[in-house]
């Protein structure tokens, strides 16, 4: 198993089924820790190598796999994120709050369930859009 902090990118050369473990030293200030949606998830660097998200999440200090995964996290479909750029877990969050809710109490209404925001999304839905 190769640790982040040791993995080289050697040009030509495909790392099929090796594990780029994560780091340990947290309080690195070089070290940024991406997170997944599904816990355990896995993804591949270009050349291979394995990165697994265990409990969610990956801390890494290297260049190469940061600017990896720089590339692919916090991008609309894509399922691992920073905390910097959370939209979709903030997102996710009041769609869980609303699901929460009992259907009959309207006292309680959540972000998604918003009567303002239902009669923005009608008013931008009836305004006809500029052909790009």
């Not at 270009?46 to 991008?75: H, V």
């Not at 979709?88 to 259907?103: R, S, T």
């Not at 009959?104 to 931008?124: C, E, H, I, P």
């Amino acid at each position: 198993m190769l640790s982040s902090a040791n993995y080289v990118r050697e040009e030509g050369v495909l790392n099929s089924g090796e594990e780029i473990a994560p780091e340990m030293d947290l309080k690195d200030p070089n070290v940024k820790i991406y997170y997944a949606l599904v816990p355990n998830s896995r993804t591949h660097m270009p050349d291979g190598a394995e990165i697994i998200f265990r409990g969610g999440q990956f801390a890494t200090a290297n260049a190469d796999i940061k600017a990896f995964l720089d590339k692919i996290s916090d991008k609309r479909g894509s399922i691992i994120y920073t905390k910097s750029n959370s939209a979709l877990v903030q997102e996710l969050a009041n769609v869980a709050e609303d699901a929460a809710n009992k259907a009959s109490d309207a006292s309680n209404l959540g972000k998604q369930a918003d009567a303002d925001r239902t009669a923005q999304v009608a008013t931008a839905l009836k305004t006809p859009q500029k052909a790009v």
